[in-house]
């Protein structure tokens, strides 16, 4: 304890001579560092918390109305996607859970996957994506070699058992799973399964974000039979798009080829992406544009250099063009071609 009150006298003193974020400490903080010699260890950890994160409210803070406020705003033609994304974690950070949350996002490229996933990581860690709680898997280059899934299954065990030892509401994201070897994420089902207790840890606070292609051709499919029928896109209903993906996500040979994550039902849902049309794709042109810098406001924007980008992306089927072949994945890139030349 003495050696513990030592290191806590010498970290008080460091602090109070520190210029922190380009202010000196203020006398109430300096007040609480200087309790740290009768808190001990406690206190300690108190004071490192407030400035390096920790497993803690101060650096996990759940803005679960500002995750609804952002996706509604800025996720363009995916009605289907945000109230089962925010309830679903709104829901699970409640109490005690009774597993861990898996959410499976479909789609095809660029219909928004990995950015639902940043603005969730941003609304749910202090450091968003950079948060060393928020762990981000991409398939392609972690598990490349399929002949070496037995090595794979050890690190990735390694690292889903460290990383929640460390902090029990750890957030995994695993990108192109549709590029995974078969085989491999069935390593991970006990970690999502009901235990209460695995190994001397508690798994069911942490959160994992399966993002595929797969079943993003069946997806969009059914989205251009609602089209040719004259119904409306919103007319179509969340169950009947998680029955259309379960059966591509287990038969079709990727990350969750025949996965006892799907035949163990340890899914919690699986979240469909549309193909964008035009109208959402010029919502991201205009995103694109201010953010870009080449305006100031969206008003400031003309409809002709909306459209004038709009025509250097693709759309299917050929002659009617309704759905774009890439969503906004390109349209940055577009954006920059037409804003800079010359």
């Not at 035949?263 to 699986?270: G, V």
């Amino acid at each position: 304890m003495k050696s513990i009150k030592t290191l806590s006298v010498t970290f008080c003193i460091y602090l109070l001579c520190a210029d922190v974020r380009g202010e000196i400490v203020s006398a109430s903080v300096a007040a609480g560092l200087s309790a740290i010699v009768a808190g001990g260890m406690a206190g300690f950890n108190f004071v490192i918390c407030r400035f390096k994160e920790c497993c803690g409210d101060r650096w996990i803070h759940e803005n679960f109305t500002g995750l609804a406020e952002e996706l509604n705003s800025k996720l363009y033609g995916q009605y289907l996607v945000v109230k089962p994304v925010v309830n679903h974690l709104k829901g699970h950070s409640k109490g005690n859970p009774s597993k861990a949350l898996a959410l499976s996002f479909h789609g095809w490229t660029g219909t928004g996957k990995n950015y639902v996933a940043r603005i969730i990581a941003e609304n749910m860690y202090k450091k968003g994506m950079s948060s060393k709680f928020v762990k981000l898997i991409s398939a392609t280059k972690e598990f490349p070699h399929a002949e070496m899934v037995p090595l794979y299954k050890d690190r990735l065990r390694e690292m889903i058992e460290s990383s929640v030892k460390q902090c029990e509401k750890t957030m995994f994201i695993f990108d192109e799973m549709d590029k995974m070897p078969p085989g491999l994420i069935d390593t991970i089902k006990p970690y999502l399964d009901y235990y209460e207790n695995l190994g001397g840890v508690d798994y069911r606070k942490a959160i994992f974000l399966f993002l595929s292609n797969t079943a993003g051709g069946d997806i969009a499919e059914e989205a251009m039979n609602y089209w040719n029928e004259g119904k409306k896109r919103e007319d179509i209903k969340l169950k009947d798009m998680e029955l259309i993906i379960q059966k591509p996500a287990l038969n079709v040979i990727s990350g969750l080829w025949h996965s006892e994550l799907i035949t163990k039902h340890m899914i919690t849902a699986y979240i469909p992406f549309l193909p964008l049309e035009r109208k959402h794709v010029k919502e991201c042109i205009r995103d694109g544009l201010i953010s870009g810098g080449y305006y100031k406001k969206r008003s400031d924007i003309p409809e002709v250099k909306v459209s004038e980008i709009l025509e250097e992306l693709t759309f299917y089927p050929e002659g009617a063009g309704i759905f774009s072949t890439t969503g906004c994945k390109r349209v940055v890139e577009k954006i920059d071609y037409v804003m800079e030349e010359v």
